[in-house]
């Protein structure tokens, strides 16, 4: 069994590397933004899309946050261990 503080730890860092990962991921589109634009029907409205679906990814992790700092206690994350 692996102590909870251990357990946050390691939950801790993975989020940070999936946080990362997904920041490269996106900057990595963004870099070859102007190469794609010409060639895809929606033009340069694609920019505006893609910058819409981005921040509606931020709309769960907000919510958490939120859920945790007025109502704690309330939304359950239990660990399991395998």
């Known amino acids: 069994i692996v102590p909870a503080e251990a357990m946050a730890l390691v939950v801790h860092i993975l989020a940070c590397l999936l946080g990362t990962g997904s920041w490269v ?3 990595g589109m963004w870099v070859e933004l102007p190469l794609i634009v010409p060639r895809v029907p929606e033009g340069w409205y694609l920019p505006s899309y893609l910058t819409v679906l981005i921040q509606f990814a931020n709309v769960g992790p907000l919510f958490v946050t ?10 359950s994350e239990p660990v ?3």
């Open 66 to 75: 939120l859920m945790h700092h007025f109502q704690p206690g309330r939304l």
């Open 25 to 27: 991921a996106i900057n």
């Open 80 to 82: 399991k261990v395998i």
